[in-house]
Structure formats: structure tokens, C-alpha cells
């Protein structure tokens, strides 16, 4: 129970559960091993109606709370984080953008395939030398009569490769700003321009089953009208776009925690050492009890983020405190999920995916905001005059 819960939440929660039970519980681990999209089992999702969730239902969404999206991302995590990243990614990077800064134009053009994950959307910062430091992007947009035209490449996108992708937002430098500082701005590109590729990355420590790929640009031309939000707004775009997309990867944070205790739990009562159970011994017992506090810490933390987020109040902060917390508490409980496991969980097992567990929860301390950033953005607000 929680205090900030309503009827829709459980139902919500009740109804991704139990799809993420009976249809990607019993497939997900061969996908995963084979490093394959589940494009058709994305595509199942759609009769939950978990795309776009949170945009409006003039746009094809479902008008709800940003709460319950969260929610959804965290029970799919409890069962696979592959799958909850292509939400997660889906609906906080790709649509979220696009609803808060496009042009009714842009709206109408963009989100109602997006909202019925007709089509999937992506959202590309990363280069080599841009990820924490925004600064250092590289890509270059160049005005022309037409709009614009792009050459450069983003890496480590998710939901950017697959037959699903239907385009990409993503930041490019523009200019220097009288001051002298880089300019940097957002746009927006669809398949078939020509120029834009994509490649699906393989050999992945993690979310195996996830769309995660490389995004190239060679003279790309974008119209004017496909400018997202305004010229040298693309940083604070971005930042934006990140708050709230810091909740839904703490989500999956939490979801995989749970997932992983879960497993602990129902092992420990059927492993025995000694004659007993293990799960009768203090050390493990110990150790079933400190999952539980911090899991149960880190849904609280997570779910009033959502509240202020979700009551017009800022989140900035709490957002950057719920992901540090939650990615902190599923490398905690993922790890002494493997000690109980022992030997047994070093090897693929579909009933107990601890193993899959413990390496996908290595990339929530770093993507969209490493656990030193989100310190420096929390230190800065404790230290600031209030």
C-alpha cells in the first residue's frame, strides 16, 4: 500500500503485471540471449495502452497521470528491463520532447502513432564526447534557405534501429551565441530522409533485448517546420526532456529491485544448506529485511517525485534524488540477490533470471545522468540560498 496510490494506479499496476507475466516472462529470455528486438511482443503491448499514456487524449493518448506511466515502466521491470526501456524511453524521451515543446503542427503530425506505439520515437544526445557534458556535442546543423542541413551521429539511443523507429529527436550545434558560448538546438527527423541511417548495436553487457543503436547523419535536410522548440533552446530542451525521463529509469530501478528480491525470497525458501531451508538463517534473513526497507524507501521517494511532478510543483531535484536512490537500491538488491543465489545464479535460468538481473542494473547509475552528476545537481540545490 501507499499513501499516494488511487484505484486507477492498481488497476494500471495489476493489468502490465499480469501481461508481464503470461506474454514476456515465458519468451524474454531467449530474445536476450540471442540479442533480438521482440518486435512482435512490442507491438502486443499496444492492448495495454501504455504508449503515450500521459499525452493528451486529443492526441491519441490516455490523458493520465505521470504516475501511472511510472508504475508501468516499474512492473515491466520487475519482469525484464529490456522491455520497460522501450517504454520508458518511448514515452519520457520520445513523446514527452515533442508534447512539451512542439507546435500544435508538430503535435498533430507526430504523436497520435506515437501514443498507440504505431511507431516508436527516440531521442539522440549521446556522442562520444557528449553524454554528461552536453556541451560537447559535435553534430552540426547549418541554416539554409530550406531549414537546416545535418551531418554528424549519435550513439547509445535506444529505440533507434528497429522497423518500429519512426524518427529521432536529437540535439546539434548551430552556431556560437554572442557571448561566445556554443549554441545548440532540437529537431526533429523521420525514416526515409534521405541521409539519416541507423545501425542496431550488438555485443551489449545489458538490455540485450532492447533496441539500442548508432544514428548517422550525412547531409541530412531538415525543413524548417521540423525545428523543435526554439533556435538555441536545445540544452534546456534537453534538460527538460532528462527530469523527467530520470523518473522513469529510477522506476525501472526499482521495478528490477523488486524483481530481484522477489527472486531471493521465493529461492531462499527452497534452497537448503544444513537440513534447512536457507531462508531460516539469520544472515539471509538479514539480508531479505534490508531489500525490503530500501525497496520500500525507494518506491516512496519515486512516487512523491511523481506527485509534485504530476501537481505542477518542481521536481527537478527530487527527480535526480529518486534516481540516484533507485539505481543505488537495484545495484544493492541485485547484488546480495546473487549472494543468496550462489553458484545457482551465474548461469542463464529462466524461472530465476537473476544473472540478467544483476547486469541490467548496471546501466541505471549511468544512463541519463551518472550517479556523479546527479550529485553535483543535488549538491547544488542543498547549497543554493533559499
Given at each position: 500500500?501507499?499513501?499516494?496510490?488511487?484505484?486507477?494506479?492498481?488497476?494500471?499496476?495489476?493489468?502490465?503485471?499480469a501481461f508481464a507475466e503470461e506474454?514476456?516472462?515465458?519468451?524474454?529470455?531467449?530474445?536476450?540471449?540471442l540479442e533480438q528486438f521482440p518486435?512482435?511482443?512490442?507491438?502486443?503491448?499496444?492492448?495495454?495502452?501504455?504508449?503515450?499514456?500521459?499525452?493528451?487524449?486529443?492526441?491519441?493518448?490516455?490523458?493520465?497521470?505521470?504516475?501511472?506511466?511510472?508504475?508501468?515502466?516499474?512492473?515491466?521491470?520487475?519482469?525484464?528491463?529490456?522491455?520497460?526501456?522501450?517504454?520508458?524511453?518511448?514515452?519520457?524521451?520520445?513523446?514527452?520532447?515533442?508534447?512539451?515543446?512542439?507546435?500544435?503542427?508538430?503535435?498533430?503530425?507526430?504523436?497520435?502513432?506515437?501514443?498507440?506505439?504505431?511507431?516508436?520515437?527516440?531521442?539522440?544526445?549521446?556522442?562520444?564526447?557528449?553524454?554528461?557534458?552536453?556541451?560537447?556535442?559535435?553534430?552540426?546543423?547549418?541554416?539554409?534557405?530550406?531549414?537546416?542541413?545535418?551531418?554528424?551521429?549519435?550513439?547509445?539511443?535506444?529505440?533507434?534501429?528497429?522497423?518500429?523507429?519512426?524518427?529521432?529527436?536529437?540535439?546539434?550545434?548551430?552556431?556560437?551565441?554572442?557571448?561566445?558560448?556554443?549554441?545548440?538546438t532540437t529537431f526533429l527527423v523521420?525514416?526515409?530522409?534521405?541521409?539519416?541511417?541507423?545501425?542496431?548495436?550488438?555485443?551489449?553487457?545489458?538490455?540485450?533485448?532492447?533496441?539500442?543503436?548508432?544514428?548517422?547523419?550525412?547531409?541530412?535536410?531538415?525543413?524548417?517546420?521540423?525545428?523543435?522548440?526554439?533556435?538555441?533552446?536545445?540544452?534546456?530542451?534537453?534538460?527538460?526532456?532528462?527530469?523527467?525521463?530520470?523518473?522513469?529509469?529510477?522506476?525501472?530501478?526499482?521495478?528490477?529491485?523488486?524483481?530481484?528480491?522477489?527472486?531471493?525470497?521465493?529461492?531462499?525458501?527452497?534452497?537448503?544448506?544444513?537440513?534447512?531451508?536457507?531462508?531460516?538463517?539469520?544472515?539471509?534473513?538479514?539480508?531479505?529485511?534490508?531489500?525490503?526497507?530500501?525497496?520500500?524507501?525507494?518506491?516512496?521517494?519515486?512516487?512523491?517525485?511523481?506527485?509534485?511532478?504530476?501537481?505542477?510543483?518542481?521536481?527537478?531535484?527530487?527527480?535526480?534524488?529518486?534516481?540516484?536512490?533507485?539505481?543505488?537500491?537495484?545495484?544493492?538488491?541485485?547484488?546480495?540477490?546473487?549472494?543468496?543465489?550462489?553458484?545457482?545464479?551465474?548461469?542463464?535460468?529462466?524461472?530465476?533470471?537473476?544473472?540478467?538481473?544483476?547486469?541490467?542494473?548496471?546501466?541505471?547509475?549511468?544512463?541519463?545522468?551518472?550517479?556523479?552528476?546527479?550529485?553535483?545537481?543535488?549538491?547544488?540545490?542543498?547549497?543554493?540560498?533559499?
Amino acid at each position: 500500500m501507499n499513501a499516494l496510490l488511487k484505484k486507477v494506479h492498481h488497476e494500471v499496476r495489476a493489468k502490465v503485471r499480469a501481461f508481464a507475466e503470461e506474454k514476456i516472462k515465458p519468451v524474454i529470455g531467449e530474445f536476450e540471449a540471442l540479442e533480438q528486438f521482440p518486435m512482435d511482443l512490442v507491438k502486443s503491448m499496444r492492448s495495454l495502452n501504455i504508449f503515450g499514456m500521459h499525452a493528451p487524449v486529443a492526441y491519441g493518448g490516455q490523458g493520465s497521470d505521470y504516475l501511472s506511466f511510472i508504475i508501468a515502466v516499474e512492473e515491466l521491470a520487475r519482469v525484464d528491463s529490456s522491455m520497460a526501456a522501450t517504454l520508458a524511453a518511448h514515452n519520457s524521451l520520445g513523446i514527452g520532447p515533442i508534447m512539451a515543446f512542439g507546435t500544435e503542427e508538430q503535435k498533430q503530425k507526430y504523436l497520435p502513432g506515437l501514443c498507440t506505439a504505431e511507431n516508436l520515437w527516440a531521442f539522440g544526445l549521446t556522442e562520444e564526447n557528449a553524454g554528461s557534458d552536453a556541451q560537447g556535442v559535435q553534430t552540426q546543423a547549418v541554416q539554409t534557405d530550406k531549414g537546416w542541413l545535418v551531418n554528424g551521429h549519435k550513439k547509445y539511443i535506444t529505440n533507434a534501429a528497429s522497423e518500429m523507429v519512426a524518427g529521432i529527436s536529437f540535439v546539434a550545434q548551430t552556431g556560437i551565441r554572442p557571448d561566445g558560448k556554443k549554441e545548440f538546438t532540437t529537431f526533429l527527423v523521420s525514416k526515409g530522409t534521405p541521409g539519416y541511417t541507423k545501425e542496431f548495436m550488438k555485443q551489449k553487457f545489458l538490455w540485450r533485448a532492447a533496441d539500442n543503436g548508432m544514428v548517422y547523419f550525412k547531409d541530412v535536410e531538415i525543413s524548417a517546420e521540423d525545428q523543435l522548440g526554439e533556435r538555441g533552446q536545445g540544452i534546456k530542451i534537453m534538460l527538460k526532456t532528462i527530469d523527467s525521463g530520470r523518473l522513469s529509469i529510477a522506476a525501472m530501478g526499482l521495478g528490477l529491485a523488486q524483481g530481484a528480491y522477489e527472486m531471493a525470497v521465493s529461492f531462499s525458501k527452497k534452497r537448503k544448506q544444513f537440513g534447512n531451508a536457507i531462508a531460516g538463517f539469520q544472515s539471509i534473513a538479514f539480508k531479505l529485511a534490508d531489500m525490503a526497507t530500501k525497496i520500500e524507501a525507494a518506491r516512496n521517494l519515486l512516487y512523491h517525485a511523481c506527485w509534485l511532478k504530476d501537481n505542477g510543483h518542481p521536481f527537478g531535484t527530487q527527480s535526480a534524488m529518486a534516481k540516484l536512490y533507485c539505481s543505488q537500491v537495484a545495484s544493492d538488491v541485485a547484488s546480495e540477490a546473487m549472494q543468496i543465489f550462489g553458484g545457482a545464479g551465474f548461469f542463464r535460468n529462466d524461472e530465476y533470471p537473476i544473472e540478467r538481473f544483476f547486469r541490467d542494473q548496471r546501466l541505471l547509475s549511468i544512463g541519463e545522468g551518472t550517479s556523479e552528476v546527479l550529485r553535483m545537481v543535488i549538491s547544488r540545490d542543498v547549497l543554493k540560498d533559499k
